[in-house]
């Protein structure tokens, strides 16, 4: 079965995590620090995609 993300991505990840460990990360626009280590895996998995490396795409939120 092949991979889901590729190496590359995952150490994208993996950098993100440790920047937020760090206290280093933040997010977007308003530039505040990221707490949540989901954010964090979701921050990694973005800069990934713009890379071009291979992540699948990101799911549509659904509206509640």
Do not use: C, F, H, N
Not at 15 to 24: D, F, V
Not at 40 to 62: D, H, N, Q, W
Request: net charge positive; glycine share 8%; proline share 2%.
């Amino acid at each position: 079965m092949a991979r889901k993300y590729s190496r590359s991505a995952s150490k994208d990840v993996e950098r993100a995590m440790r920047k937020r460990k760090k206290g280093m990360l933040r997010s977007g626009r308003s530039g505040r620090k990221v707490k949540s280590r989901k954010q964090a895996i979701a921050i990694g998995l973005s800069e990934a995609r713009k890379k071009g490396k291979k992540v699948p795409r990101r799911k549509t939120r659904k509206k509640k």
